[in-house]
């Protein structure tokens, strides 16, 4: 008895070392055990590596952390490590168990059944498919997913057993796969991150991220981008009338993301129209969990239009283009914001978060533009690079070379019209503007002689102006100015010109040393004068003294001569009035004695009354006393006169 019961003692003691020790399992707290069954009856289906209904080979249930029991003789068990994503990664999920894909199809439809793949039999039932999953596994996840049922890709480690020979193939040496196994980056499994950039200088670029997804129906004929519900929203405010051009543009610019979470819930996008390609809504600043086999996201800057700017706005997306520049205007068409064509309104100060490669910004300064044709450029837009001096020829044949300014000035209003007839603002500095400028200047110079130039220059300047203004007005770009700003004369020229100026100059000098010598000369004078201020006072008093005395004395003589002058008068009355009756008595005696006897006795009369004696005391004579008395008056007068005899003088 004692012999049997150590014998079953042995047996039980063998049994228990042998199949029921290795058959308990233990699980770590981060570990999933994987049952592989040895031998089974039935038979495992050719589609599926995994065993649902205790079929041979992979077990579709996992043992969990702890001690589980799993009969060694049946089962050999694995342990592997939960699939844990960290921060800032994301994991990728491929499926290797489920139904194969549709034709074309390139990753596997996503039930909310399927949670975040813990549950392979579940998976299977509600329909899972084999391939690429739509979602990824955000950052942080810790999960029990089955390593057959599934392969879990991070940026540093592979989760899951592969049971492709051609996946095996692409292990390393070491025997682990990694990201490019599968044709990725490991900056592809982390999270797309949009933000701020900073770049040289210290300026901050700010960025939107431009998505192409890989997954989807085909986009419409025509179409070049894919957004949720195409058009139609911009068809339905044009249909109520009242929308203004703004508003569409409001609409059109805002971001129908919210319906697919971003591109993150990728079988939303799908179940919501989302096409494959190119897509419409651009992603804004923040962090992203994007399956990288279904999204590719570009950064590309964010459009700023800033102060003193348009911009221009060349839609190659839309509804078809519907000209609203009217008939006059004949270059190209100009359309209202949501069909293809150039907007007819441009967009003005602020940030759009556009898709370049949907809408093309031309940024048009409405500030005055100064363009220089020099070796410097404009720090401010640098639309003169290409600019360079004005080379021309005088008629003589002397080479000039020229920095010109000219200022412009495109309005708002008109920005859109410009660059639909010139395409860029670059082509309206460099082609139209500098065509117009050099042209001008070529022709001008070489029609006038070099010095002539240089003495014209303003005259120049302004014809200049005149010509460019005339040009760019059939671009609608107004001109504010041009300004010949420097003058690089041949050697020739500047020899001639400096000698005239030595000799301009000398002449000044020379002006300018006779100035100061008659400037002394004056303050000798003045000197001298000052000198004799007291003799001039004394002269001045004595003068005015002086012309005091002439004065009284004038007035004096003044009294006299009035008087003389009022006797005078009245002695001449009287002399007139005695005159006048001599005269009478006068023709009275002619006419009693005769002329002769008249004149006789008047001599006789005048005689007596002076006092002379007419007959001598002694006359010898004979002939009568008549005859002396006429020879008497005879002798005297041949002697000469009587001596001393004047009308008006008695002789004493």
């Not at 050999?76 to 994301?90: D, H, L, M, R, S």
């Not at 006795?601 to 005689?607: E, M, P, S």
Request: hydrophobic share 40%; with cysteine; aromatic share 6%.
């Amino acid at each position: 008895m004692t012999t049997l019961l150590w014998i079953l003692l042995s047996i039980l003691t063998a049994v228990i070392f042998l199949i029921i020790l290795p058959s308990i399992r233990r699980v770590g707290p981060t570990e999933i055990g994987l049952p592989m069954k040895r031998f089974s009856l039935k038979k495992l289906a050719e589609d599926n590596p995994i065993a649902f209904s205790g079929e041979p080979g992979y077990q579709a249930t996992l043992l969990m952390p702890g001690l589980r029991f799993k009969l060694n003789i049946l089962y050999n068990v694995k342990t592997y490590p939960w699939v844990q994503v960290p921060a800032g990664e994301i994991g990728v999920v491929i499926a290797q168990v489920g139904s194969p894909l549709p034709i074309g199809a390139k990753s596997a439809v996503y039930k909310k059944e399927f949670g975040n793949f813990s549950d392979v039999e579940k998976f299977v039932k509600n329909g899972g498919q084999k391939g690429v999953q739509r979602p990824v596994l955000s950052p942080g996840t810790l999960a029990p997913i089955h390593p057959v049922a599934f392969l879990v890709i991070t940026k540093r480690q592979l989760y899951g057993i592969p049971v492709d020979p051609e996946i095996r193939e692409k292990m390393s040496r070491d025997g682990v796969l990694r990201p490019e196994s599968f044709g990725l980056t490991p900056q592809q499994l982390e999270l797309v991150r949009i933000g701020p950039e900073e770049v040289e200088g210290g300026h901050v670029l700010d960025k939107v991220g431009i998505v192409t997804t890989y997954e989807g129906e085909p986009l419409p004929s025509g179409h070049i981008a894919s957004r949720i519900g195409s058009f139609d929203d911009i068809s339905a405010l044009e249909a109520k009338g009242e929308a203004t051009d703004a508003e569409i543009t409001e609409t059109l610019l805002g971001s129908k993301n919210t319906v697919h979470n971003n591109y993150q819930d990728f079988q939303g996008f799908l179940d919501n129209g989302g096409k494959i390609g190119l897509q419409h809504d651009p992603l804004l600043y923040g962090a992203y969990t994007l399956n990288p086999f279904l999204v590719r996201v570009e950064m590309v800057p964010m459009l700023v239009v800033k102060q003193g700017e348009v911009a221009v706005i060349k839609s190659y997306v839309g509804l078809a283009t519907k000209d609203m520049s009217g008939e006059a205007f004949k270059f190209g068409s100009l359309v209202r914001p949501g069909h293809r064509g150039i907007w007819q309104e441009p967009l003005r100060t602020g940030k759009y978060p556009i898709n370049p490669r949907c809408y093309e910004a031309e940024i048009v300064p409405t500030a005055i533009l100064t363009l220089n044709w020099a070796e410097q450029v404009s720090a401010a837009h640098n639309l003169d690079k290409n600019l360079v001096q004005i080379v021309a020829k005088s008629r003589e044949g002397f080479v000039f070379k020229i920095d010109l300014q000219v200022q412009i000035h495109v309005p708002d209003k008109k920005a859109p019209r410009v660059i639909s007839m010139v395409g860029t603002m670059f082509n309206l500095v460099n082609e139209v503007l500098q065509a117009a400028v050099g042209n001008h200047f070529r022709d001008k110079l070489q029609s006038m002689k070099a010095v002539q130039f240089i003495e014209e220059r303003q005259k120049v300047q302004q014809e200049a102006f005149e010509h460019i203004e005339s040009q760019l007005r059939q671009y609608e770009v107004e001109t504010r100015g041009a300004y010949i700003q420097d003058v690089i004369l041949p050697q020739d020229i500047v020899t001639v010109l400096t000698q005239r100026e030595i000799a301009a100059q000398q002449i000044e000098t020379f002006q300018k040393q006779k100035s100061a010598q008659d400037q002394r000369i004056e303050m000798e004078k003045s000197k001298g004068v000052a000198d004799k201020q007291a003799d001039l006072a004394s002269s001045e008093v004595n003068v005015n003294i002086q012309e005091n005395k002439t004065s009284a004395r004038k007035i004096e003589a003044d009294g006299e001569a009035t008087f003389t002058q009022m006797t005078g008068q009245a002695k001449g009355a009287e002399v007139r009035a005695i005159g006048m009756a001599k005269a009478e008595a006068y023709e009275r005696q002619v006419a009693a004695l005769g002329k002769d006897a008249t004149a006789f006795v008047n001599a006789i009369t005048a005689l007596a009354d002076k006092g002379i004696k007419i007959v001598p005391d002694i006359l010898v004579g004979g002939g009568g006393q008549q005859s002396s008395l006429v020879d008497a008056l005879l002798a005297m007068v041949m002697r000469g006169g009587v001596k001393g005899l004047t009308p008006g003088e008695t002789k004493q």
